[in-house]
C-alpha cells in the first residue's frame, strides 16, 4: 500500500507539471531558450514513470531516484519563471537536491542496507541542507556561505564514508562498472556538446552539478530497471512491439494534431506529457491488479510463472506441515494428555517446560522462515545477534563461540540471507552434536580464485565468502563424509546448494581434535542486482 500512494503521488505530480507547463504557456512569453528546459523536464518525467511502474518490488534506492527525476524536472520548470514564489522554490530546491542525491548516492552503494556512522552521516547531511534553506530566509550572502558548506560537508561525509567502506564501495562499483563507465562517457560527451553549444548564453553552466548525480548512474539505474522489463504492468496484456506501436500512432496522432492547430512546442509538450500521464495511471492500476490477483487476464497471462511459485509454494507447505507434525502437534497433545492433571504441582511444571520449549520452537521456525536482518545494524552486528540466539537457545550447552568478522563486512541479497542460513544451521549442529567447549567461526569476504571439481571449472573475477566453522569436540570428519544421507540431511542440504552456487564447502578434521567445515561461495555482483531491486 506505501508504494501504491508514492506512485499515485508521483501522478499526482505529473498532473500538477502539465497545469505548471500549460501556465507558463499563457502567462510568461517563452523564448526559443525557454522551451529546451521544458523539453528537458518533460523527458525526466515520462522516464520516472517508467523506472516507477518498473520498480515491482519496492526497492526504496529506485524510488529515490525517482523522487531526484521529480525534483530536477522542477528545477529545470522553475528557470524560465521570474514569479517571487518560483524564485524562492528554485532557490530552495538546491540545497534539498544535494541533499536527495548524497542519500542516492549512499543507497545506491550500500544498497540500503546498514553500514557504520550511517545515522550520524544522515543527521550531518539533513542539518546542512535544512540550514542552507534557513540561510534564505536571512540574506543571499548568508545563503551562498551555507549553500557552500553543505556542498563542503556533503562532499566530506561521502569521501568519509567511502574511504571508511572502501571494499564495500568498490565492489559495488565493480559490479557496475560497465554501466557506470558508460554513464560517464555519456554524460561528459552531452556536456561538451551542450557547453559548445550554449557558450555565448551568460551562465550557461551555472548548478549544471545538480544533474550529475541523476545522469551519472542513470545507466546503471535503467540497467537495473531493464531486468524487471518483463514484469511491466503494460507487458502483462501487450507484446513489447505492441506497446511501441501504441506509442508510434498515439504520437503521430499528437503531432499532426499539433500541426493542423499550428499550436506551440509548449503545447505539444503538454498532450504528449498529458499522454504518459494517462499511460502512468494504466500501470499503476494494472499494477495494483497483478500485486493482488483482481484481475483474470493478468493471472492467465502469468500462467507458468504461478506455476512454479505454485511448485516452491507445495515444498514449503510440506515442510511447515511436517513442523508442525512432529515439532507442535507432538507438544499440543502433550498439553491436552496433562490437563486432567494440572492441579498437581509437578503435572503444572511440566507444563510450563512444555509450552516454553513450544514458544521457543515457534519462534525459532518464524526466524527461520523469515529472517529478520536489521537494515540499521552492520553484517557483523546482525549475526552477532544470530549467533547469541542461537547460543540462548542451548542453555544446557555452555560453549563458547568465538566469531571472527569484520565491521566493514558487505554482503548483497541473497548472500546475505544465504549466509545467515548457513551460520544458523551449522552453530546449531555444533550444539546438538559436539561435545567439545569451544566453537570458532570466521567470516570473510575477499577477492580470491578458486578451482570448483564439482563443475570442472575456475571461478575468477568475483568476490569470495568465506566461512569456516570449528569445535574442539572429539568426532572428525570421517562421520560426516558418509555415505548415508539420511543421518546428516543438513550437511547434505548446505553441500547441494553451495555446490549450485558455484561454490564449495571442505571438511576435514580440526586441529588438536574436532571438525572443521569450510565454505566458499562466490558473490556475482552482477547477478545479484536482480535481487538489488529488492523490497
Known sequence: MKHLTLNLLFFLNYILVILYISRLGVNVQLTAQDTVPILLASFMMIDMTYISACNIRENKVITLFCGLLVLDCWYLL?????????????????????????????????????????????????????????????????????????????????????????????????????????????????????????????????????????????????????????????????TPRQIMFILGVSFLIIVLTNLCKRNTLSKLCIAVNMLFALIDLCSIILGYNLKNGKDSLIRQSSYSASLHQLQREERLKTAFANFLHDDILQDILSVKNMLPKAHRPEIQAILAETLDHLNTTVREQMQDYNPVILKNLTI??????????????????????????????????????????????????????????????????????????????????????????????????????????????????????????????????NTPHGICIQIQIPMKGELSYEYFVSR
Not at 398 to 425: G, Q
Open 78 to 238: 522553475l528557470l524560465p519563471d521570474t514569479s517571487a514564489v518560483a524564485k524562492f522554490t528554485f532557490i530552495a530546491l538546491s540545497p534539498i537536491i544535494w541533499y536527495a542525491s548524497a542519500k542516492f548516492l549512499l543507497l545506491f552503494l550500500f544498497q540500503g542496507s546498514g553500514y557504520k556512522f550511517r545515522m550520524s552521516t544522515n543527521i550531518i547531511l539533513l542539518t546542512a541542507c535544512a540550514a542552507t534553506i534557513v540561510g534564505i530566509g536571512i540574506s543571499s550572502q548568508v545563503y551562498a556561505l551555507l549553500y557552500g558548506i553543505q556542498l563542503l560537508v556533503s562532499c566530506l561525509c561521502l569521501a568519509f564514508v567511502l574511504l571508511y567502506h572502501r571494499k564495500r564501495a568498490a565492489f559495488v562499483l565493480k559490479s557496475e562498472r560497465k554501466s557506470i563507465l558508460f554513464s560517464v562517457i555519456i554524460t561528459v560527451t552531452a556536456f561538451l556538446m551542450y557547453y559548445f553549444a550554449t557558450v555565448q548564453i551568460p551562465n550557461h553552466i551555472s548548478n549544471f552539478g545538480i544533474y550529475l548525480p541523476v545522469l551519472l548512474f542513470c545507466i546503471s539505474v535503467h540497467g537495473i530497471v531493464h531486468k524487471e522489463r518483463q514484469r511491466y504492468p503494460l507487458s502483462v496484456l501487450f
Open 380 to 509: 557483523q552486528e546482525n549475526y552477532q545477534n544470530l549467533l547469541d540466539a542461537v547460543s540462548q537457545s542451548f542453555p544446557q550447552r555452555n560453549i563458547a563461540v568465538s566469531f571472527d568478522c569484520s565491521d566493514t563486512l558487505f554482503l548483497v541479497e541473497p548472500y546475505n540471507i544465504l549466509v545467515y542460513r548457513l551460520l544458523k544451521e551449522l552453530l546449531t549442529n555444533v550444539y546438538k552434536h559436539s561435545d567439545g567447549n569451544h566453537a570458532w567461526i570466521m567470516l570473510s569476504l575477499e577477492n580470491n580464485i578458486i578451482e570448483n571439481k564439482a563443475v570442472q571449472k575456475t571461478i575468477t573475477d568475483h568476490n569470495m565468502i568465506t566461512l569456516r566453522i570449528a569445535d574442539d569436540g572429539t568426532a572428525n570428519a570421517a562421520c560426516l563424509t558418509s555415505t548415508d544421507t539420511t543421518k546428516h540431511k543438513g550437511i547434505f542440504s548446505i553441500t547441494e546448494q553451495v555446490h549450485d552456487l558455484d561454490g564449495t564447502i571442505t571438511l576435514r578434521d
